[in-house]
């Protein structure tokens, strides 16, 4: 049997898993990733909690990461929630230290390849993978390999313009105005939310909450986030044109409130051959250290 | 030395072409396709053209189709152009006669390959190309591969919203308010020239005309295109991050009016690590038929 190490990091844990071909976990560990310590710090530690690993068999060590990685050199693009780990050769020194081929990829393309492969997108032959939460991020996965895209952007769709005339919220000053993001993750609707209904509509588990009580606010906020989510699936489709889309992320939890609608609108703007594509729930619980193992693996194919 | 044959079989004239590795035309014809009297009229037509060539060391045969393919199953899904050939089996026919595998692809993705592989493209790894013309199609090309996509819909961008506040002529009832084919091909810039400037602004042509003569109104009406194309690059380049960008096409052949301000405008909506993605003028004269033969070529590889 071939097994494959995944690292799932953040910024403020880690999660190490072994994992087989069938995606199944043969031992795993959480701890405090030290995310903010630096990159050498972050290291030593992952090294640590490694070595209580049995690596026989290891073909691949995968290293999931919160921001986009550039593929072809294997080094992190841009980090946020790791700050100093730009560069690093994380894959060249653990490389050293566990003589296994070791492969970075981000933790959302990390996440879309699980669900890909061993998920809701298992069978389909080009996937694309969105994860609803408080921002917005994706994946392209075609032929069981994640599309890196140039400095590891592909699938970054935050600013994927589906409302040029919302109105722009001063913590998406980075964004296009009317970037999916701004108008349609979780985050956005809660400051939608706020401004429309006040305190108790400020967040999407709310929303969501007062939607199922039959608040008609909150029901034209989720419908108009539907409407931009299909928006943006919509121009993926006419783009790459992808044979499913799965969508995770914290707000896939409250997918019934929402998912019928996003089809709806995507089949009012997708290509009349296109809107057979289904859009899909996420599968899997553990999508980004089963991802990490994944990443390995496809680069060894 | 191996050599590919490429046929573009167009609506109204059929151009087939034996093509070394190097991308050298080594014998070439052109002759009418009689694209409108059927699959098996436009077949015995191409086999008889075939016949005057020299198979020898010919290892494919490509023949790309003025519509989308579906690149699995090796047939046509959808034929304005040449009526009645959706689902025709030509490449199980026409590999039967002459022995040589035989692939499909739409004559955008042929001619984004040709750009790809050989021409402006050449040495990038992830290529978007467009055709800006009568209308507006592309080519997502991979590693030397075409993305067939959904049926073949991948890069079929003419769908994708950029401007779901313009003016929806009653020629484009089919695609979306604001549809990028909508507001930016040659086309539809003719119908706002004729609302905007009269019957002497009535085509891209006349606009461009206007434009190098000092029109204001022409002026603008080309610079709404650039930034309604530059969103459309800005939604690829979020979505699957291509190297970079070739456009095409009978419009691209005035790129020096419009050009820089598409890429002026892609800078202000792509993420800041994407803003140095060219944006490049298509090199090939002849893109559709070693277009056609690569296709062969890519499937072989």
């Known amino acids: 049997m071939n097994y494959y190490i995944g690292i799932d990091l953040g910024g403020t844990n880690v999660r190490i898993a072994k994992v087989d071909d069938d995606g199944r976990i043969i031992q795993d560990v959480i701890a405090p990733s ?66 296994i081929p070791v492969f970075l990829d981000n933790d959302a393309n990390a996440a879309g390849l699980a669900e ?26 075609i032929n069981g390999k994640v599309i890196s895209g140039h400095k590891g952007y592909a699938g970054e769709v935050a600013n ?31 400051l939608i939310g706020k401004d429309l209904i006040g305190p108790e509509g400020d967040s999407s588990r709310k929303l969501f909450t ?9 029901e034209a906020i989720i419908d108009k986030m539907s409407k931009d989510l299909a928006t943006c699936l ?13 969508i995770g992320g914290g707000c896939s939890h409250s997918s019934e409130m929402y998912f019928d609608r996003v089809r709806e609108y995507f089949k009012s703007m997708a290509h009349e051959n296109m809107r057979d594509v289904p859009i899909l729930k996420a599968a899997l619980e ?12 496809s680069h060894l194919e």
Chains 1, 2 share one sequence.
């Open 160 to 190: 994927v313009i589906v409302d040029p005339n919302a109105k722009q919220y001063p913590i998406y000053a980075h964004l296009n105005r009317g970037g999916v993001e701004t108008v349609a993750s979780g985050t956005a609707i809660g």
């Open 34 to 99: 030290h995310g903010k310590e630096g990159p050498e710090t972050i290291e030593a530690n992952i090294l640590e909690l490694l070595s209580q690993f049995d690596l026989t068999g290891v073909r691949s060590i995968g290293l999931a990461i919160p921001g986009p990685v550039d593929g072809e050199k294997n080094i992190i693009t841009m980090a946020t929630n790791i700050p100093g780990c730009e560069g690093y050769p994380f894959a060249d020194n653990m490389e050293k230290v566990t003589g």
């Open 234 to 246: 919509a121009a993926i489709s006419a783009i790459c044109a992808p044979d499913c889309f799965v």
């Open 210 to 218: 007062l939607m199922k009580e039959g608040n008609k606010q909150a």
């Open 286 to 297: 553990e999508p980004g250290v089963l991802g990490a193992a994944m990443i390995g693996r």
């Open 116 to 141: 890909a492969v061993l998920g809701a997108g298992k069978g389909y032959n080009e996937i694309y993978f969105l994860t609803h939460s408080t921002g917005i991020g994706g994946a392209l996965v």
